[in-house]
T-cell receptor, first 117, second 112 residues
Framework: EPEVTQTPSHQVTQMGQEVILRCVPI?????FYWYRQILGQKVEFLVS????????KSEIFDDQFSVERPDGSNFTLKIRSTKLEDSAMYFC???????????????FGNGTRLTVT | DAKTTQPPSMDCAEGRAANLPCNHS???????VYWYRQIHSQGPQYIIH???NNETNEMASLIITEDRKSSTLILPHATLRDTAVYYC?????????????FGQGTTLQVKP
């Protein structure tokens, strides 16, 4: 069964450094998402991406964050200057467009654990 | 998007049916009910979704009341591997980018 894959599974970085989290969505999917989950807290929506542009973003997704689909397979989340509070699990998700996006389930990867020291 | 209310935790005996309730009394006509689960900080896993009719797949059944104000996820024969946090999410139809908004969910503990 096709799945969303994320790399790396764990990334440690120093405060102020840039990080790029990578995702390979399911191949025929056209809607892409990033979520994060701080330890012990809820899964939080960050951003949705469709047709090579951001379609929606949350208040968390400030100027320090950016997303890109550099080629036909990868979807990346960049954090320009990491802060301690960016430490979290980051989940990528994708959904297909053969049905309307509200009637199409999101499929999630198993996440990248980001630790900012 | 309509808010949902779920019990914070439930227990179920292994091999028995697990019935997880969800209240979504403010749901509107074009909103879908989705169920996901998260096993020990893995990525959320899609289980099932529906609009009005009851739905069944290989994982579970979804029973939606006629007034659509509540629903129940049924795992027919719970196993220890079904221990997880279960999320009931209402997703708005039309004009939606497809995002899901997660609440706190129900922690289901399946006991031997």
């Amino acid at each position: 069964e096709p799945e969303v894959t994320q790399t790396p599974s764990h990334q440690v970085t120093q405060m102020g450094q840039e990080v790029i989290l990578r995702c390979v969505p399911i191949s025929n999917h056209l809607y892409f998402y990033w979520y994060r989950q701080i330890l012990g807290q809820k899964v939080e929506f960050l951003v949705s991406f469709y047709n090579n542009e951001i379609s929606e973003k949350s208040e968390i997704f400030d100027d320090q964050f950016s997303v890109e689909r550099p080629d036909g397979s990868n979807f990346t989340l960049k954090i320009r200057s990491t802060k301690l509070e960016d430490s979290a699990m980051y989940f990528c998700a994708s959904s297909s467009s053969d049905r309307a996006p509200y009637n199409s389930p999101l499929h999630f990867g198993n996440g990248t654990r980001l630790t900012v020291t | 998007d309509a808010k949902t209310t779920q019990p914070p935790s439930m227990d179920c005996a292994e091999g028995r049916a697990a019935n997880l309730p969800c209240n979504h009394s403010t749901i509107s006509g074009n909103e879908y009910v989705y169920w996901y689960r998260q096993i020990h900080s893995q990525g959320p896993q899609y289980i099932i979704h529906g609009l009005k009719n009851n739905e069944t797949n290989e994982m579970a059944s979804l029973i939606i009341t006629e007034d659509r104000k509540s629903s129940t996820l049924i795992l027919p024969h719970a196993t220890l591997r079904d221990t997880a946090v279960y999320y009931c999410i209402v997703k708005r139809g039309s004009g939606n980018t497809g995002k899901l908004i997660f609440g706190q969910g129900t922690t289901l503990q399946v006991k031997p």
